[in-house]
T-cell receptor, first 108, second 119 residues
């Protein structure tokens, strides 16, 4: 079966660092994506991991361990505009299977 | 290019009616996906096309749902005999490449969605 787990909600303070975890069990695996979705808007692409290790893009980094079925998204120097839902998604044979998303609220 | 566009943005209908949504992907994008999203949930895969060929349809999708991409450009998603449980945001996404990747060609670009409310 397909199972992608993320925490439902997280809170953090402006300027802080937050780590959003994702564990997955899928029948296929061709890579893992993170998307950001602001309320009422379309999801937008953040990062992609296909090999184990850390990928860094500015304030955002994403880590993957395929043997553990585990990924995390690390957000540094949090800003108020980072308040959004963060969606973990696995490429299962050419389609993305999404988790329920983690709603992050950043407070001043 | 203005990105993926969807029409209508909002649709309110009565139970039992048919509805159709249209998606115009980014031009030259080969792949087109339909997802459904309800409040507090992630997008749920419905179906996808590579050019005009429908390559996969979710097992969870009932026979009331049908999608087409007749000329490999725009796509339509039709829901027949709507039920209240069909109320959701229907998202369309497209990608340029022939496989998903995060290399600038393979990520999905989503439209703003079509919100369906079935009364």
């Amino acid at each position: 079966g397909q199972n992608i787990d993320q925490p439902t909600e997280m809170t953090a303070t402006e300027g802080a660092i937050v780590q959003i975890n994702c564990t997955y069990q899928t029948s296929g695996f061709n890579g893992l994506f993170w998307y950001q979705q602001h309320a009422g808007e379309a999801p937008t692409f953040l990062s992609y991991n296909v090999l184990d290790g850390l990928e860094e893009k500015g304030r955002f980094s994403s880590f993957l361990s395929r043997s553990k079925g585990y990924s995390y998204l690390l957000l540094k120097e949090l800003q108020m505009k980072d308040s959004a839902s963060y969606l973990c998604a696995v490429d299962d044979t050419d389609k993305l299977i999404f988790g329920t998303g983690t709603r992050l609220q950043v407070f001043p | 290019d203005t990105g993926v566009s969807q029409d209508p943005r909002h649709k309110i209908t009565k139970r039992g009616q048919n509805v159709t949504f249209r998606c115009d992907p980014i031009s030259e994008h080969n792949r087109l996906y339909w997802y459904r999203q309800t409040l507090g949930q992630g997008p749920e895969f419905l179906t996808y096309f590579q050019n005009e060929a429908q390559l996969e349809k979710s097992r969870l999708l009932s026979d009331r749902f049908s999608a087409e991409r007749p000329k490999g450009s725009f796509s339509t998603l039709e829901i027949q005999r709507t039920e209240q449980g069909d109320s959701a945001m229907y998202l369309c996404a497209s990608s340029l490449g022939f496989r998903l990747a995060g290399d600038g060609t393979g990520e999905l670009f989503f439209g703003e969605g079509s919100r369906l409310t079935v009364l």
